[in-house]
């Protein structure tokens, strides 16, 4: 069950610190049995972006389900496995931080998501990689293949991780050395790259990688749920470019005077407005004329936008959202008829917000 810091702490991205971009990678073996724990950890170590392997999602979990939420964060992309179970990655960002997904740029024959963090000075370009055990070196061919071009289409510098599933004695310390290790590390030395995780990440295994060429350390963590794997913890030491909340007018047409507006119009003297040869100056002129007759006509009120937010998810929706999100987690570990009549009643509430 969600502690109740999971449950309500929505982590500014303005609060982190302003150097360090921090990604979480694991490998979950079931995003929806095992969100809670996952949302728990985000709570406590607050990464800037989760990469999340094997959800073991398809079509019938929309993006918005409760299932799959963390809060806090986003989720801002996520590719399914088609035509048979397991596999699947799903990317979260923490509100604030800018993420760009140009799913053409995905190969359709490998489970991998290429996209972009918005930084202070540059951009980061992240490879988001999950290869089944018993898949061939397909994958790593195409990232031999490709990976330049992509680097250099975005000038960015890179970070490729993920459940890799290869073995190779002297690269990861594993007992045996695969065709895929050996490809894997050939690819890495390639590429420039160095892959930085040093502890194992299941059992006596690195199977999770992180191939990158900007310095960063990595932590593993304790194992999460059904997941079999250790989570890792990337910490890089770039400056962030964050989202910061901003203020906009809300304007209630709907309760406008616009007869009274119209005559408060009717008597500007327009030809005087209108008369200077410069059209930057007649259009601030009319543009100060108009808003300020809007002002007086027009009921309005100024609201506070976080980054993320949709046009319509006002501070009524979040409050929903965010009591429909508890009720929801709260009936996962009870049989109460009671308490699932009130989730019933906060969806349907939420839903007609």
């Not at 397991?86 to 489970?111: K, M, Q, T, W």
């Not at 979040?318 to 989730?343: C, G, Q, V, W």
Request: overall charge neutral.
């Amino acid at each position: 069950m969600l502690s109740d810091q999971a449950m309500y702490a929505l982590i500014p991205a303005a609060l982190l610190s302003e150097s360090e971009l921090t990604i979480l990678e694991v490998n979950i073996r079931g995003l929806r049995s095992n969100i809670g724990d996952l949302a728990n950890c985000c709570s406590v170590k607050k990464p800037s972006i989760v990469i999340v392997v094997e959800t073991f999602l398809d079509s019938t979990t929309p993006d918005g389900a409760d299932s799959i939420q963390i809060p806090g964060y986003s989720l801002n992309c996520r590719r399914d496995r088609t035509g048979k179970n397991g596999g699947g990655i799903a990317v979260y960002c923490l509100e604030g931080i800018s993420i760009y997904h140009n799913p053409a740029r995905d190969p359709d024959d490998f489970e991998l998501m290429w996209f972009t963090v918005a930084l202070k000075t540059r951009t980061l370009l992240i490879g988001a990689i999950y290869r089944p055990p018993s898949a061939s070196c397909d994958i790593l061919d195409y990232l031999d293949k490709n990976t330049f071009s992509v680097m250099d289409e975005y000038r960015a510098q890179s970070v490729m991780l993920g459940d890799f599933n290869v073995h190779h004695h002297e690269w990861l310390g594993s007992n045996k050395t695969d065709t895929a290790g050996r490809r894997a590390s050939q690819l890495t030395n390639c590429l420039g790259l160095d892959q930085i995780v040093m502890e194992p990440t299941r059992g006596d295994n690195i199977l999770d990688l992180v191939l990158s060429d900007t310095p960063a350390t990595t932590t593993t963590l304790a194992q999460m749920g059904s997941s079999d794997h250790n989570p890792v913890l990337v910490q890089l030491q770039i400056p962030v470019l964050r989202d910061k909340p901003y203020k906009r007018t809300v304007w209630r047409y709907d309760k406008a005077h616009f007869w009274e507006m119209r005559g408060y119009l009717t008597n500007i003297n327009w030809p005087s407005i209108l008369k200077d040869e410069d059209p930057e100056i007649i259009c601030t002129n009319f543009t100060t004329i108009l808003r300020d007759a809007m002002a007086l006509y027009i009921p309005n009120k100024t609201i506070s936008k976080k980054p993320g937010d949709k046009a319509w998810f006002n501070a009524e929706c979040r409050r929903l959202a965010m009591r429909k999100r508890k009720l929801y987690h709260n009936i996962r570990t009870s049989d109460d008829p009671a308490m699932k009549r009130e989730f019933l009643k906060a969806r349907a509430a939420f839903n007609q917000a």
